[in-house]
């Protein structure tokens, strides 16, 4: 079984995405192998009231909940934060929540922030971070939206030992305490494979030596992205089979309770 | 574990390609993949400069990737860590690129890499490696950009020798401040404008800013060809540059994001025959230009 972790639904507003629609998304799932996708609101990254994407989600998926997993994408810095929350959780049956500091405007350390991890770790829901949505090099005349900073995911996972969270969209993890063997970081977080190297550099095998298998996840960021270089990245990997299913779908199962 | 060209070939719907090219080198050895006839070519690739003490181990890196991913040839060029290059830097790094063309026979082919600001270094340089070694085409970066009047004395000699020239592209909304001589698939096009019978490759659609301006900027350019490697995967690149500019202008490369390059390939919604083309063929067709 293929599950991944890094996957959406909806429009997004600087670009055309196919297959952005669930039958589309899961016919193309089905042509690549992948079982189940974990999805959120690409049109959420930039409503100013980001629970209308969450409701376009829900609607999308309706009759498809077998294989897509839908995420909520929550600002802690808009009203009504803690209602949509509860609404995800409840009426939509979330596992888990997508945050985007740096599109929304808020900072990891913040309060609100700290207080929606804590919230959505009493719940039970995992906590997944987008480093980026876009290559920054391509964005649009209108905006300027930084990548995440690595350092600044250090202080969360430091700050909120009990929640669970899945980093999207990141490499360079090896250059910090992340991706660091003894690192002293609890073990509270999973890295997703999108954009690692897994040949020349090979992030991802020095990521596995380093945190074991149990801490990566597979992700394409479809449909966002083309699925098969992250499919490549584990057809390539050199590691065992057990180690690799691992990270096509156990580690996602076993965080996420499919 | 390697992914055998078997395997990859089933899964894009890319069969063995059948051009019957004899004139290149023949592919690697080491390859766990069954062999045909056509060859996969890399046209974006780079070697370590060696100023890094693990150079050797990289390019030995690089030749192993290609063979996971059933790669048969690597165009290759060495850039100087600094630029503006100086003539003896990029000697030196043409000199390395030429040791690796030996030791790595039947892989690695060599781009001669100038800084078009030494008009007579580059253009002499330019001969002793086509000429003289073997080298299959001209890499220049950003040091001019391309409709710069340094640039067209390279082009000139590019056109007499018969040789493509690959060039760094990307096209960003915003002034890129390390980078002030950028070029972009507008100014490929406008010096394509001016010397339509050069062969001119627009370097890395996938890592040079907003590709679906590149591409839109590119489509009444007919001789400028698209590179598609970078570490960018954005779903429907392929298909947008396959459609607007054609199958036949575009040539496969990684610039070292190996499975981002090869994925993108084998993901495009695109015909077995127009994948055949970027995989090889169309790159092929431009080195047998160098023979008539």
Known sequence: MIVDVNAYLGHFAFRRLRHNAAASLLTLMDAKGIDKAVVSSAAAITYRNAQTGNEELAAEIAGHRDRLIPLAVVNPSYAGWRDDLKICHEQFGVAGLRLYPKWHNYELSSPCCRELADAATVRGLVISIPIRVEDNRQRSWLLNVPDVPLGEIVQLVKACPDARFILLNGLGYTGSPLGQNGNGLPANYAIEISRLSALLADEFEQLIANLGAERLMFGTGMPFNYPDPALLKLEVLNVGNADKEKIRSQNAAAWLRL | ?292
């Not at chain 2, 080198?25 to 003490?53: E, F, Y």
């Not at chain 2, 001969?127 to 391309?146: A, D, P, S």
């Not at chain 2, 084998?266 to 995989?279: G, M, N, P, T, V």
Request: net charge neutral.
């Open chain 2, 1 to 292: 574990m390697g992914i055998s060209r078997r395997t990859f070939l089933k899964s894009s719907a890319v069969a063995a390609m059948a051009m019957g090219i004899t004139t290149l080198p023949t592919a690697h050895s080491g390859s766990i993949a069954p062999p045909h006839q056509g060859k996969v070519i890399d046209c974006h690739a780079h070697l370590t400069h060696r100023n890094r003490p693990s150079w050797e181990t990289e390019d030995r890196k690089l030749i192993e990737a290609a063979d996971k991913l059933g790669i048969d040839l690597l165009c290759c060029s060495i850039l100087t860590p600094q630029r503006p290059a100086a003539p003896a830097a990029f000697r030196e790094c043409n000199d390395w690129t030429a040791d690796a063309m030996k030791r790595f026979a039947g892989r690695v082919l060599g781009y001669c890499y100038v800084n078009p600001g030494y008009g007579l270094e580059s253009l002499d340089e330019i001969r002793r490696c086509v000429e003289g070694r073997g080298f299959i085409g001209i890499k220049l970066y950003n040091e001019h950009t391309c409709t710069d009047p340094v640039v067209f004395p390279i082009v000139e000699l590019a056109i007499e020798l018969r040789v493509p020239i690959l060039h760094h592209a990307s096209h960003s909304h915003y002034f890129v401040e390390d980078q002030p001589r950028m070029s972009d698939g507008g100014h490929l096009a406008e010096l394509a404008r001016r010397y339509p019978e050069a062969m001119l490759i627009c370097g890395h659609i996938c890592g040079g800013g907003d590709w679906e301006w590149t591409i839109k900027a590119l489509r009444n350019a007919p001789s400028v060809l698209l590179d598609t490697s970078g570490s960018v995967t954005d779903d429907g690149t392929m298909e947008m540059a396959a459609a607007v500019l054609g199958a036949e202008r575009l040539v496969f490369g990684c610039d070292m994001s190996m499975t981002a390059g090869m994925g993108r390939i084998r993901a495009a919604d695109l015909s077995k025959k127009d994948k055949e083309k970027i995989l090889g063929g169309n790159m092929m067709g431009l080195l047998r230009r160098r023979n008539g």
